[in-house]
């Protein structure tokens, strides 16, 4: 069964920091490329970060540059997103998604995503 499972979100204080985990089973993660995406209450989904499937290439939203860091694991067929310096907007449920097939950036399709993880930032 292909499968994407979002883990690691929950509460952080301003400035704190969450590592955000997508695992894949069913396929090898690693042949393609996969993007973070977040949907906060009212809002519309937006694109956060995307990392190629070698991870050679890696790519930011305006928003998050310089404070989130996407990287992966495709021997543990894993994708991470570190978040430092968190800020009250960057509370959202955040998804990992991939396109079959796919090996650069940007995700297009969402072939498969997960049921997303939760953030908070709050003090």
């Known amino acids: 069964q292909v499968q994407l499972v979002e883990s690691g979100g929950g509460l952080a204080q301003p400035g704190g920091s969450l590592r955000l985990s997508c695992a894949a089973s069913?396929?090898?993660?690693?042949?393609?490329?996969v993007g973070w995406f977040r949907q906060a209450p009212g809002k519309e989904r937006e694109g956060v970060s995307c990392?190629?499937?070698?991870?050679?290439?890696?790519y930011y939203a305006a928003s998050v540059k310089g404070r989130f860091t996407i990287s992966r694991d495709n021997d543990k067929n894993t994708v991470y997103l570190q978040m430092n310096s968190l800020k009250s907007e960057d509370a959202a449920t955040y998804y990992c998604?991939?396109?079959?097939?796919?090996?650069?950036?940007?995700?297009?399709?969402?072939?498969?995503w997960g049921k997303g993880t939760l953030v908070n930032v709050s003090s």
């Open positions: 998604a991939t396109d079959r097939g796919r090996t650069n950036c940007p995700v297009l399709r969402m072939d498969y």
């Open positions: 990392i190629t499937s070698r991870g050679i290439n890696t």
């Open positions: 069913g396929f090898t993660l690693g042949l393609n490329a």
